[in-house]
């Protein structure tokens, strides 16, 4: 009835690294890099048992690292991966799409300028007959009031 049985055996370095190489065939790495990666969850599996049982001698309490935590750093690790290349992706998405606004816009305000220097004749040509006009009918509003004096 109070019986407890201690099933937290640890796995040795071959058994971790066959769930690590059949955990992480498909995640989308270099095969040096997932060589590397295997051995960093290897060793960060390692560290936590040693680190319990430091911690076990120093504080009386039991930390148990399991076969089961191990598979959940190496599905931490895939899921975390995957987030982040998503978040990535999307910035890259973000970016291009930004460049390709910046660019529209510079040709579009390439086009505008193209078109004020080919009005600009037309322009000074419109403002030198209203100056006349405006001369003309300065002159005639004079005539037309001193005759009225």
Not at 7 to 30: Q, R, T
Not at 52 to 76: A, D, F, I, Q
Not at 92 to 99: I, N, Q
Request: a positive charge; proline letters at 3%.
């Amino acid at each position: 009835n109070c019986c407890t049985i201690d099933w937290f055996k640890e796995w040795p370095n071959d058994a971790l690294e066959a769930v690590a190489i059949k955990v992480l065939k498909d995640v989308d790495v270099s095969e040096p890099d997932r060589v590397k990666l295997r051995e960093m969850c290897k060793r960060f599996h390692s560290s936590v048992r040693e680190l319990s049982v430091e911690y076990l001698r120093k504080e009386g309490r039991t930390n148990y690292v399991t076969p089961t935590s191990y598979l959940e750093l190496l599905t931490m690790f895939t899921s975390l991966l995957t987030k982040q290349r998503e978040r990535v992706s999307s910035a890259k998405k973000r970016y291009k799409v930004g460049l390709e606004k910046l660019a529209f816009t510079a040709a579009a305000v390439k086009e505008m300028q193209d078109e004020l220097t080919a009005l600009k004749p037309n322009l000074i040509q419109t403002v030198a007959e209203t100056e006349d006009l405006m001369a003309r009918v300065s002159k005639e509003k004079s005539e037309v009031v001193e005759p009225k004096k």
